[in-house]
Structures are given as C-alpha cells and as structure tokens.
Nanobody
Framework: QVQLVESGGGLVQPGGSLRLSCAAS????????MGWYRQAPGKQRELVAR???????NYADPVKGRFTISRDNAKNTLYLQMNALKLEDTAVYYC??????????????WGQGTQVTVSS
C-alpha cells in the first residue's frame, strides 16, 4: 500500500510563498500521474496542478504563473512551489497519485492533506 505524506503547509501573508512536499513510500516512477488538489471550506475538491510520468504539466487557471509543480524521482517526492499567494488560495492541499492501464484508472492514492492559510 502506497502512502503519501504532505508537508510544508502553514500560515502566510498575501503575496508570500510556500513550498509543499509530498513524500511517497515507494517509487513515484510507478505512477502515471501525480498532482495537487485543494479543498476550501464549503467547496468541492479541485485540481491545482498535475504532472504525468512523461513530464506533461497542467495547471488550474487560478494558479497559472504563480504555482510550479515538480518532482524528484530519486527522492520519491512531489513538490508544489506556491508564490504570490492570495487569500483565495486558502485550503487544505492534497497530494494525489494514480496508476493506469490502457488509460483506465487502476489505483489511486491520496495524502492526508496539509493546511495552507493565507491571511494578513
């Protein structure tokens, strides 16, 4: 069973930066895609950024130009660099990983979440 453990959340002022990390208990090379989702109070969980095993990256429109997703295969860790944070970025951020076979989802894993609060 794969475990994903997030870290790096916290309280930051508007305009500040944070870097989230997601450490996997096994090789992240086995995943077809990994990503970051977030869920604000009273809202649905939404995709923030995703990176595939082939290196393709996509971002949600609200974070484009401010957030950067990356991974270190040697450390089995996924990152999310968040710059120019806004009040509306406040949410619990979740790490996600998925495996596919013939483009069909076979396994997916979620981290426990890390709180990001942007407040003055």
């Amino acid at each position: 069973q794969v475990q994903l453990v997030e870290s790096g959340g916290g309280l930051v002022q508007p305009g500040g930066s944070l870097r989230l990390s997601c450490a996997a208990s096994g090789s992240i090379l086995s995943f077809n895609a990994m990503g970051w989702y977030r869920q604000a109070p009273g809202k649905q969980r939404e995709l923030v950024a995703r990176i595939t095993s082939g290196g393709s990256i996509n971002y949600a429109d609200p974070v484009k130009g401010r957030f950067t997703i990356s991974r270190d295969n040697a450390k089995n860790t996924l990152y999310l660099q968040m710059n120019a944070l806004k009040l509306e970025d406040t949410a619990v951020y979740y790490c996600h990983a998925r495996r596919e076979r013939n483009s069909i989802l076979t396994d997916e894993y979620w981290g426990q979440g890390t709180q990001v609060t942007v407040s003055s």
